[in-house]
């Protein structure tokens, strides 16, 4: 795993768009009720609560201890857990993931948790980043790193696989494919770049100290302005996600 940080707060103000886009893989998931289900990387619990409001018994999971703590709130049983150390044995119908596996590099080892968790022919359903996602952004903070060598050495924390690498790790792990496909999703971001980036890219910044830290967000800025700005549309991010369906074998 990484050493990323969520901050709650700013989480629900500036990266709500990553539950609200969340529908689609809901709705592949097309949760039934009775069913037992583990939600991977659960985040605040937003998308939890729809699958408990489908009369499912959902436990959310997440590395985050402030996370776990805003599902809680929500009423929702949510512990804290890495994704990379699953310890369930047979125990859902179904693990359902949104915009957490990417933050969880070894996928071999998350493949094999999750079927360990899943009763025979249970179903894990999926939406992370996938080949190319923010591929600008990424690119820009490495540029960063290298040209300002006191930040240290940049450590890229996300895992964003193509269809046919990933399909290679669920096979490998014992599932079959039902459905597996890379999706291009340029994302508006409301409130800028900056944001973003003092959420998601903290794991990359934490270590430097608050001037170092000013000065990546100023060249960020001024190196994705004309990447992902326009006059019409605003900060625009390339992301590109990858959504799967895939089934244990009995």
């Not at 993931?97 to 022919?121: C, D, E, F, I, R």
């Not at 039902?178 to 999703?185: K, Q, S």
Request: glycine share 8%.
């Amino acid at each position: 795993m990484n050493n990323q940080n969520w901050n709650v707060q700013q989480y629900k103000e500036s990266a709500s768009f990553v539950p609200q886009l969340g529908t689609p893989v809901m709705e592949l998931l097309a949760p039934q009720k009775g069913e037992k289900i583990l939600d991977l990387g659960c985040g605040d619990g937003k998308l939890t609560l729809e699958i408990k409001k489908c009369g499912c018994d959902v436990l959310g999971i997440d590395s985050s201890i402030a996370m776990v703590n805003a599902a809680k709130q929500l009423g929702l049983n949510a512990q804290i857990l890495n994704g990379e150390s699953l310890n369930f044995n047979q125990e859902f119908d179904a693990v359902f993931s949104n915009a957490a596996l990417h933050w969880m590099t070894n996928s071999h080892q998350v493949a094999a948790g999750v079927y360990q968790a899943l009763k025979p022919k249970g179903r894990f359903v999926g939406e992370f980043g996938g080949k190319g996602n923010i591929q600008d952004i990424v690119v820009t903070m490495s540029a960063i790193f290298q040209e300002f060598p006191e930040f240290g050495e940049f450590n890229n924390p996300w895992y964003f696989p193509s269809v046919a690498e990933y399909s290679k790790v669920l096979t490998k792990a014992g599932f079959n494919m039902e459905y597996i496909e890379l999706i291009p999703r340029p994302t508006p971001l409301s409130n800028g770049i900056t944001p973003w980036l003092k959420i998601f890219a903290n794991g990359i910044t934490n270590h430097l100290n608050k001037e170092q830290q000013e000065i990546f967000i100023k060249e960020a800025e001024t190196r994705l302005y004309p990447l992902i700005f326009s006059e019409t549309q605003g900060w625009v991010a390339d992301y590109v996600r990858l959504r799967f369906k895939a089934i244990k074998n009995p």
